[in-house]
């Protein structure tokens, strides 16, 4: 199991210990737990009543969850049980509630306000805010030459977070599919093709070489050794810089044994003025909902 990662909010000084999902090899049952039939997921927010490390559970006096059930309290099975000792009663969380056949796990947490702060965080993490400048960021892409942020200015930016080696469908998966079905859908019209640029990050460096990124990103874009990526990076930051590229988009990223990173999501709509427009934490986002925001920016 992986250690959680602390973060403060910039928006208020506030202890925060965020739980990220993973592609880790120990969870890839995980996938196919997710495309189980009846499979349901829940945004709850609670009161932390008591918390077992032993047994990896936690009880939970939670709101009430549209569609689910009336504010109750009652016990939940943590997705992973590590994590109970770092919740004390009267903490305050949002976690993601998994709703199976056989189980209600809860997942993804966040204590958004502790009833007695006991630690400093190690690691001060970015609250992405609306109208944020983004760093001239530089990264290694595709092709072995240098980008960064600060070329595409004038532009509206879509970057994501993957690493080549993820192996679940919901997680990096998701994202450079969602990035393949945008690439496709701008360039139906080339007055927002030659207005947008995307960019896929990894946080991976070591593994994801140029010639890595490049196979990998030729295969999403369906071209293959063809692809002449003069729409779409593929990169990534050196070592070096990596923890300032991960903490700015409050992306968390752990290394495991078995070569898998545990990480968490984020994606960004960066304007042409080279300000975040709009964030885009976890993978609930939709192609169709990025396109909208890429017409206010960049349609007329």
Request: hydrophobic share 40%.
């Amino acid at each position: 199991m992986k250690p959680l990662r602390a973060r403060i909010s910039t928006a208020a000084i506030l202890a925060v210990i965020v739980l990220f999902g993973g592609c880790r090899g120990a969870e890839k049952t995980s996938s196919a737990t997710q495309q189980q039939t009846g499979v349901k997921k829940y945004h709850i927010r609670g009161i932390v009543v008591s918390s077992d490390a032993k047994t990896g559970a936690v009880t939970v006096d939670t709101d009430a969850i549209p569609g689910y059930m009336d504010a109750m309290t009652m016990p939940f099975t943590l997705a992973q049980p590590n994590i109970a000792s770092e919740l004390h009663p009267g903490d305050t969380i949002t976690a993601t509630l998994t709703v199976t056949a056989n189980a209600d796990v809860l997942g993804e947490i966040v204590v958004i306000a502790q009833a007695k702060p006991d630690y400093k965080p190690a690691v001060t993490y970015n609250d992405l805010e609306p109208g944020e400048t983004v760093p001239d960021f530089h990264f290694l892409n595709q092709s072995g030459r240098m980008v960064r942020v600060g070329q595409w200015h004038g532009k509206v930016v879509l970057l994501t977070f993957i690493y080549t080696r993820c192996p679940l469908p919901n997680f990096c998966v998701r994202m450079s599919r969602n990035f393949a079905e945008m690439d496709k859908a701008l360039e139906k019209d080339p007055k927002l093709y030659a207005k947008t640029h995307l960019l896929s990050v990894s946080f991976d460096p070591k593994y994801d070489t140029p010639q890595v990124l490049r196979s990998y990103g030729g295969a999403y874009t369906g071209n293959y050794t063809k692809e002449t990526f003069a729409h779409w990076d593929f990169a990534a930051p050196t070592v070096q810089n990596l923890p300032k590229v991960l903490q700015f988009f409050d992306v968390g990223a752990t290394p495991e044994r078995d070569g898998a990173i545990t990480h968490s999501l984020s994606t960004v709509v960066i304007g042409p003025d080279g300000k975040v427009y709009k964030s885009y934490p976890g993978n609930e986002w939709t192609p169709e909902q990025m396109l909208e925001d890429v017409l206010r920016l960049a349609g007329s």
